[in-house]
């Protein structure tokens, strides 16, 4: 099959953190050394004496008049002159830093064509999915999970037993951050001992998705699979909500520091819970930091893992769409490779990558960077920004890079190929190559008729969603930008797969470096894909070292060992349980 179209665009945000640090406390300043007196200045002295008073006195009249009159003058023209020299050197030293940084310029296509009759020959080596990954983790034998969040002190404040008020929290970005949120605020609810308000989502103008919560997750699974842990509730009661004349912006709004610890929810926030019975805090991404008290660490798992299950439209749909991949993947066993492919317009132009479009490219990416962003790159040497973020990996793979990886490492053209990706750029002519390596290419667009899709468009998080699933359960796992998507999905596989999140996630400034290499051989290439490949598989199976109240990975693409309890014990390893779950209500 071919594929025609693919789905709408979905960026994602990135959040960044700052640290500061110094020493206050300068040191004494060492003694001065002892002055001694030269022979040059001796003879300066015996040269002086000889001069006539009357000579030397005129001298010194005259400089000191000078000096009084000239000083300040010579002081600013040498200060203007000393700047202009660094301002001069300072332009020629970038101009040298420049010229002498190396830089990258795309050439994947003419190595493409170097290649093709070796790729199009060389499937003597084709790698069986079944034995991709060479590494194995034996699972500890699990603790069952405790029955409560155990209410304990944290820091000097002691929670009561009985729910101290209300929290209302709006969910920021795209679904995946989404999701970060509502398993932060289940979190903060357990800190607080409150009673959690359904997330609200705010609606966002890049993504443009109205959905509510109940739109995407099944209120109804989530609200009883918390109970015992948190109380969850779909709204306010009429009597609280009255009293703030039924408008939830009169309800006191705080704002919450990103990565708060949970000793500043008790010590701030929980007196203004406490004073007023009900408290909103927006926004809510990254509002709780990783190192919490284990048994708020296990609300962040039972959420994620257990209480979040898609509603039932995307579910019915999802399922569809997976039986469908497994349908086609026939000749490998039903196996496939998923690829979430950062390549829409939008991602590519902020990148400032160049690509093999030329001027016209250029051009392009300009005006489109200009229309989104405004002035912001006018001021960049985009084309020096573009050869820099190349070489250090910072560009999107494109879907030729992607296809020459894959079989560089062994996949042949008989590998079902799932795409997980918004709308790509110019992408007749960019999948096309894609196509060329892996016939059997499909999205949800060529899985699914256009009957079963029309509920969905214009809604990029259920789209998302049902990426999401299929990438879920493929063999083989391709993260090429990352983000929330495959960070989410990387521990998500880990949960489900023993430990191991079976992804490939490429080393992009080594295969810049070689395919900048038009000199390359194709079995060079292929021996350090396979190493590419092999390092994937050993850092997909990596556990952090996690101490008590020292976590510093994210929980939600390292679960293990906190999420370790909810492991399930049955000979399907969690598979058939998260399939179950899957399920629509009926």
């Not at 170097?114 to 199009?120: A, N």
């Not at 209480?307 to 039932?312: E, M, Q, Y």
């Not at 990886?405 to 894609?434: C, H, Q, V, W």
């Not at 029309?454 to 969603?465: E, I, N, T, V």
């Amino acid at each position: 099959m071919a594929v025609n179209t693919i789905m709408k665009n979905k960026p994602y945000n990135v959040v960044s953190s700052e640290g500061s640090g110094g020493d206050g406390n300068p040191p004494s300043s060492p003694p001065s050394p002892r002055r001694q007196t030269s022979g040059f200045s001796q003879c300066r002295r015996r040269l002086r004496s000889k001069v006539p008073l009357q000579y030397f006195r005129k001298y010194s009249l005259a400089a000191g008049i000078f000096g009084r009159r000239n000083i300040q003058f010579l002081l600013l023209l040498f200060f203007l002159y000393f700047s202009g020299l660094m301002m001069c050197v300072g332009r020629f030293s970038n101009f040298l830093r420049h010229s002498r940084e190396p830089i990258a310029i795309y050439k994947s296509h003419l190595l493409l064509e170097k290649f093709w009759h070796d790729i199009e020959t060389d499937n003597s080596t084709a790698l069986e999915l079944s034995s991709v990954w060479q590494f194995k983790r034996r699972m500890r034998v699990q603790k069952p999970c405790p029955v409560s969040t155990d209410r304990r002190h944290l820091g000097s404040v002691e929670v009561s037993s009985d729910p101290t008020g209300y929290l209302i929290v709006e969910a920021n970005g795209g679904l995946n951050q989404q999701r970060s949120a509502i398993c932060n605020a289940v979190a903060v609810a357990g800190i607080l001992n409150a009673v959690l308000v359904i997330p609200s989502f705010g609606y966002n103008s890049v993504w443009k998705d109205p959905s509510e919560f109940r739109d995407i997750y099944d209120e109804d699974h989530f609200i009883a699979t918390l109970e015992g842990y948190v109380k969850v509730v779909k709204e306010l009661p009429y009597e609280l909500i009255s009293r703030y004349d039924h408008n939830i912006t009169n309800i006191p709004h705080l704002r919450v520091e990103a990565w708060a610890p949970a000793k500043h929810y008790l010590g701030k926030v929980y007196p203004v819970m406490q004073e007023h019975g009900v408290i909103r805090i927006a926004p809510f991404a990254n509002r709780l930091a990783m190192n919490v008290p284990s048994h708020i660490q296990l609300l962040r798992c039972i959420t994620n893992y257990r209480a979040l299950r898609f509603s039932s439209p995307i579910t019915t749909l999802a399922q569809k769409l997976l039986n469908r991949m497994i349908e086609r993947s026939s000749m490998t066993g039903g196996k496939y490779v998923s690829v979430h492919l950062r390549f829409e317009e939008d991602m590519v132009a902020f990148s400032c990558c160049l690509y093999d479009g030329g001027d016209a490219e250029k051009f392009e990416m300009d005006s489109f960077r200009e229309k989104g962003w405004k002035g912001k790159f006018k001021k960049k040497d985009l084309d020096f920004v573009a050869g820099r973020n190349r070489i250090d990996g910072k560009c999107p793979l494109t879907p030729l890079e992607v296809g020459m990886m894959l079989r560089g490492m062994g996949f042949d053209n008989n590998t079902s190929i799932y795409l997980a990706s918004g709308k790509l750029y110019k992408a007749e002519k960019n999948l096309a190559p894609l196509l060329k390596m892996f016939p059997l290419l499909y999205t949800k667009e060529s899985l699914a008729t256009s009957d079963e899709l029309a509920p969905f468009q214009g809604y990029s998080s259920r789209l998302a969603a049902l990426d999401y699933t299929v990438c879920l359960f493929s063999e083989v796992f391709v993260t090429t930008q990352g983000g929330n998507f495959p960070h989410f999905l990387m521990g998500h596989r880990r949960f489900l797969f023993n430990g191991h999140a079976k992804t490939i996630k490429p080393d992009k400034r080594m295969l810049v470096g070689l395919l900048e290499n038009t000199t390359i051989s194709w079995k060079d290439f292929k021996d350090d894909m396979d190493a590419m490949l092999l390092e994937s598989d050993r850092k997909g199976m990596m556990i952090p070292r996690v101490r008590k109240f020292n976590r510093k990975n994210s929980i939600y693409t390292f679960p293990l060992p906190e999420c370790d309890c909810l492991q399930s014990h049955d000979s399907s390893l969690g598979l058939n349980h998260t399939l179950n779950a899957l399920e629509p209500p009926r």
